[in-house]
Structures are given as C-alpha cells and as structure tokens.
C-alpha cells in the first residue's frame, strides 16, 4: 500500500468513525431533542407547550413492545408517553430528578399513541370507532387489573392506557402505576408549582425504590 492509498484510508476511517459517533450522539439525545423541540411553540389549539430542559445523559431508552412484554415479565420502570402531552411535558422533570436521584439507570420509553382503540358511548352502547393494535391489546392484557378504566364508558372492565404513566415491576409483579401526575394540578399547560413538582417526584422515588431496594428482607411483594 503506498503513501497516497494510507492517506485515503486513513481519511475514510476518520469520516466512518465520526459517522458513528454522531449517531450514537444522536441517539442518546434523541428524546431530549424529541421533547424540547416543543418548547414555547403552540398546538392547534394555540397553547403554549411547557418548556422542559433534559439532560444528554438521561436514562431514557426508547423501547418496542418486545422489550416492554420483555420487562413486565422481569424488572424495570416503564414511562408511556408522547412529547405533545402536556401532562407528560410536566411529569418528565420530576421523573428525571427522582431517577437521577435514586440511581436508576434506565427507565424503557415508549410513544404508543397511535396504537389505543378509540371507544365512545352512543345512545347507552359502547361503539368501537377504533380498533387497537394486537400488541397494545396484549399490553392492557399483561397490565391487567392495574390498567386504567376507559373514562366515559360507564364499564370498568374495559381499559385504557392513559398519558404519562409509568410502571414499576419486579420479577414479573407490578408494583406500582402511576398515571397523570398531582390531583392538584388541574391545567396541564400551567407549569406545576414546587410544591406539585417534589409532589410528583416522591411518588416516581417510591416507585423506583421498590424496584431497587426490592428484596427478601422488605416489606414489598417481589
């Protein structure tokens, strides 16, 4: 190989190499650029979208229904959410903070949105205007009891997975889901008050110590 062939190489090895680093850099920051796009901006209905600040090296892993069915039946906190949620735009802060504090080092992120069925309630009948998707209906399957009852429907056996929620699970046992955020804040697109925000960030702390500190010596059912 002579001198000017090394040079070219060497030049290709370089541009491959800073072409994985700015994917992987993508990656990482994926959801932080995915929820922080939205800051100040405005949605159809001419609210203002909270801003949030996330850091690079959060925990977040965006994760399919293989890994998700893969965590409900072993262990992990789960947060089901979507950046235009102005619910889950005020639970990430305290989400965050709480898993920086606690230690965790992965909380599994999924945007399923689409996938829920759309029912309503006409002339005393449930109309499905929208079929689920197989695996969200395996989702509410695995969840179980712990999934939230579909409002407006007057039938609690029918559920529904609302936004923010997250799951904590150990060895296949849910325990604990926590959807919305405080009861006290009523509108989604005010920003909580410290108070609301440590509010929130106790409930992810707990949650995330049961996963944690889950063990033969406690008091949590493992």
């Known amino acids: 190989m002579n001198k000017h062939k090394i040079i070219i190489f060497i030049i290709a090895l370089i541009l491959i190499i800073c072409s994985?680093?700015?994917?992987n850099v993508k990656r990482v920051n994926k959801f932080k650029i995915e929820y922080e796009s939205l800051n100040g901006k405005k949605n159809e209905e001419g609210k203002t979208y909270k801003s949030i600040s996330i850091k690079k090296n959060n925990p977040i892993e965006y994760a399919n229904y293989e890994k998700i069915f893969d965590v409900l039946?072993?262990?992990g906190i789960i947060y089901f959410g979507f950046p235009e949620c102005p619910w889950c735009r005020s639970a990430i802060p305290s989400l965050l903070d709480a898993a920086e504090e606690t230690?965790?080092?992965k909380i599994y992120y999924m945007n399923n949105l689409n996938d829920r069925d759309i029912k309503v309630l006409k002339d005393g009948s449930i109309v499905t205007e929208k079929k689920g998707t197989n695996n969200y209906n395996k989702l509410l399957k695995k969840i179980g009891d712990m999934a939230s009852t579909y409002e407006?429907?007057?039938d609690e056996t029918i559920k529904r997975l609302y936004?923010?929620?997250?799951?904590?699970?150990?060895?296949?046992?849910?325990?604990d889901i926590i959807v919305g955020t405080v009861d006290s804040q009523k509108d989604p697109y005010t920003p909580l008050t410290k108070k609301q925000a440590l509010e929130l960030k106790e409930k992810y702390t707990i949650a995330m110590n049961k996963i944690l500190m889950c063990d033969a010596s406690s008091s949590y059912t493992c």
């Open 163 to 175: 936004y923010p929620t997250v799951i904590a699970v150990k060895n296949g046992n849910i325990l």
């Open 103 to 105: 230690g965790l080092e």
């Open 20 to 23: 994985i680093f700015a994917l």
């Open 73 to 75: 039946d072993n262990t």
């Open 152 to 154: 407006g429907l007057n």
